[in-house]
């Protein structure tokens, strides 16, 4: 049986992939300032990949209350995160359009990666929808639409070219490296953390794990492939509620925060009709 594509956005796998698509972040010198500066990521990392996660998986799954609430959590979450040039800094800001496009540009080719690892490469018009989709994610969050490369091949110039010039700088190298090596976080995350960090290395393009100080070698290279052929055998046989559990768990407490206040979607689209 062909698995259709929409299954694939839900696919509880893509979390594999969620240490590259931060560090990716991290590595732009803008983002990484205003993260280093603004953020308590090193602090509650697992709250703060849920929240990227909800807001993924509202706007792609969502309904109209959903995704308005995560856009207000997102609005909300960005308002302090701007900074003015000064001697000090080069400055940045959340709501840069040119930021909000790296960020939504990392989550899908993230997300490519990962799906086609674990299935194989997906045909032109499952391609196509996936690219759709992230769009979608980052046109409801405020990347103007025409900012979004019109389509996979203009998007493959975009990513080659940023990608071979990403070189992280210590303020995003300090926070990623804090989510990597963790000191204060719960026991049963720094139990996960070792095999995150090296799916994570492995992932990244060589310059990156020199920038954030990730060990590799040929050994390491043959044992990410190999734990990649597992995972690709064995993972498309779970049943489908351990695929999809985490998206499920998102929407279910997303959709228990608007009933314990009815207000806030209500209140997000008041502000956006005003």
């Known amino acids: 049986m062909v698995q259709e594509f929409s299954d694939y956005r839900a696919e509880g796998i893509l979390l594999a992939g969620a240490g590259r698509a931060i560090l990716l972040q991290l590595a732009h010198p803008a983002i990484g300032r205003g993260v280093a500066e603004h953020s308590t990521f090193i602090e509650r990392p697992v709250n703060r990949l849920k929240g990227t996660l909800t807001y993924v998986y509202a706007v792609v799954y969502g309904n109209d209350a959903q995704v308005n609430e995560v856009r207000r959590r997102v609005n909300r979450a960005h308002v302090p995160v701007q900074r003015p040039a000064d001697k ?17 540009a990392t989550l899908y080719d993230t997300a490519l990666t990962i799906i086609e690892k674990i299935y194989g490469p997906l045909d032109d018009a499952a391609a196509d929808a996936m690219y759709r989709d992230y769009a979608r994610i980052g046109t409801a969050l405020q990347l103007p639409p025409g900012m979004w490369p019109k389509d996979r091949t203009e998007f493959g110039r975009y990513w080659a070219e940023h990608i071979s010039t990403l070189r992280a700088e210590y303020p995003g190298v300090r926070v990623g490296r804090g989510l990597l090596f963790p000191k204060h976080t719960a026991l049963w995350y720094r139990a996960i953390i070792p095999p995150a960090r090296f799916l994570t290395a492995g992932l990244l393009p060589e310059q990156l794990r020199k920038d954030f100080g990730l060990a590799w070698s040929d050994r390491h290279e043959r044992r990410f492939h190999r734990t990649f052929r597992i995972l690709a055998a064995a993972y498309p046989k779970l049943p489908q509620g351990i695929r999809y559990w985490f998206k499920d768990y998102c929407l279910r407490e997303l959709d228990k925060d608007l009933k314990r206040n009815p207000q806030s979607g209500k209140s997000a689209v008041s502000h956006q009709n005003a």
């Open 88 to 104: 000090a800094s080069a400055g940045y800001s959340a709501y840069d359009p040119e930021l909000q496009l790296w960020v939504v």
